[in-house]
């Protein structure tokens, strides 16, 4: 039986969803170009009043890989600004999530699967879980969460994107 290592099961994965969607954001702008329209049109897109828009959707998908990672590694967790205002912004702070994620060796994950975490609320006591399930049942659903949204709003607004797309080669 293989077993699959706390590494193999955060880095590539995110790693490979962040390119696709960088590819996504390659075939928003094409669409965009097509139609005459601005790119501008999808950073504030929603899919209800209530939720957050596209541009806070690709940063909390960035947050949340390059969160775990560092959170596994034991690294201190790179700060970005959270200032993007363009698409090409956005696509740049997705290139410099996959570049970070890809950066930090496997050997910095030993451990990892029992190493506490702790994440911060706003409101209320910390949550608290060990390697495994945090990445499990936190990180890598919040992830695809933003990520699946992402996709989710650009389908919305017409961009030719389909299963593989999301799937990626």
């Known amino acids: 039986m293989t077993q699959i290592s706390m590494h193999g099961a ?7 969803m962040l390119g696709n969607m960088l590819n996504w954001l390659e075939a928003a702008k094409a669409h965009a170009e097509a139609r005459k329209f601005s790119t501008d049109v999808y950073l504030t897109l929603r899919l209800a009043p209530d939720m957050l828009p596209f541009t806070k959707q690709i940063q909390i998908a960035s947050d949340a890989a390059k969160g ?3 959170r596994l590694a034991g690294q201190e967790i790179p700060k970005y600004e959270d200032n993007e205002a ?3 912004e956005l696509a740049e702070r997705i290139r410099k999530t996959r570049d970070y994620v890809l950066s930090v060796p496997e050997s910095a994950f030993a451990g990892s699967e029992t190493r506490e975490i702790t994440i911060p609320r706003r409101t209320g006591d910390p949550l608290k879980f060990d390697g495994v399930t945090y990445l499990r ?6 992830f695809y ?11 919305h607004a017409g961009v030719p994107l389909g299963k593989g797309d999301y799937l990626g080669g």
């Open 10 to 16: 955060s880095a590539p994965a995110f790693a490979k």
């Open 68 to 70: 775990c990672v560092a």
């Open 86 to 88: 363009t698409l090409d």
């Open 137 to 142: 049942h936190f990180a890598l659903p919040n």
């Open 145 to 155: 969460f933003h990520a699946t949204t992402t996709y989710a709003l650009l389908r």
